[in-house]
Structure formats: structure tokens, C-alpha cells
């Protein structure tokens, strides 16, 4: 049974940094999509980005691109968002999420993240205005 559990969130000023790591476990399958999406207040949920075993392919929506990284370090099992440059419309439940494909995925094939199977609890992240 997959299981994410996530930690790091809290609250930044305008333009600073975060870094929200997630910890993976129950993964059998050597192909497997991981990544993040939040959901504010009264929106629907986003997908953030995203990332591959395929081939580390990664996928960021557009509003994050050259802010936010998406990384995984398997020594730790871990899953990695880092966050800069932060903005209020960043704030956020972020979740940790993860798919296990019965194929190969490669994410620059792709107009956005795969639907996940599983996610984690959730994070907080607020940058007040």
C-alpha cells in the first residue's frame, strides 16, 4: 500500500522559500509518476508539477515555472517541491501525490500530470499579501 507523508509547509513572506518534502513508501512497481497539487479556498484543485521513472521527465504548470523544482532523492524514499520566489497566489493545501503505471510515462508527452491514485494528508502553505 502506497503511503505519502507530507511535512515542511508553514508560512513565508512575498519572495521567499519553502521546501516541502514528502515521504513515499509501499512503491513495488519500478514505473511510478510522483508529484504535487494544492487547492485553495473556494478553487479547484491544480495540478503543480510532476515527475517520471521513467526518464525524469518533469512537468510544471505554467505560473510556477522557473520557481518551483520537483525532485526526488530514492535513497530517502523522499519526494522534494522547493519552492522561491513565493507569491500569495501560491497559497495553498499542497498535497503529495503519486500514480504507478503499468508502462513507461513520459511527462514531455503530456499537456499535464497523470490523475493520481494516491495522496497524502496535505500541507498548508500561506504567503499573506
Known amino acids: 500500500q502506497v503511503q505519502l507523508v507530507e511535512s515542511g509547509g508553514g508560512q513565508v513572506q512575498p519572495e521567499g522559500s519553502l521546501k516541502l518534502s514528502c515521504r513515499m513508501s509501499g512503491f513495488t512497481s519500478r514505473y511510478y509518476v510522483v508529484g504535487w497539487f494544492r487547492q485553495a479556498p473556494g478553487q479547484e484543485r491544480e495540478h503543480v508539477a510532476c515527475l517520471s521513472s521513467t526518464d525524469d521527465s518533469t512537468w510544471y504548470r505554467h505560473s510556477v515555472k522557473g520557481r518551483f523544482t520537483v525532485a526526488t532523492d530514492i535513497s530517502r524514499n523522499t519526494l522534494y517541491l522547493e519552492m522561491n520566489n513565493l507569491k500569495p497566489e501560491d497559497t495553498a493545501l499542497y498535497y503529495c501525490?503519486?500514480?504507478?503505471?503499468?508502462?513507461?510515462?513520459?511527462?514531455?508527452?503530456?499537456?499535464?500530470?497523470?490523475?493520481?491514485?494516491?495522496w497524502g494528508q496535505g500541507i498548508q502553505v500561506t504567503v499573506p499579501s
Open positions: 501525490a503519486a500514480t504507478v503505471p503499468r508502462t513507461e510515462e513520459r511527462l514531455g508527452e503530456r499537456a499535464t500530470c497523470p490523475l493520481y491514485d494516491y
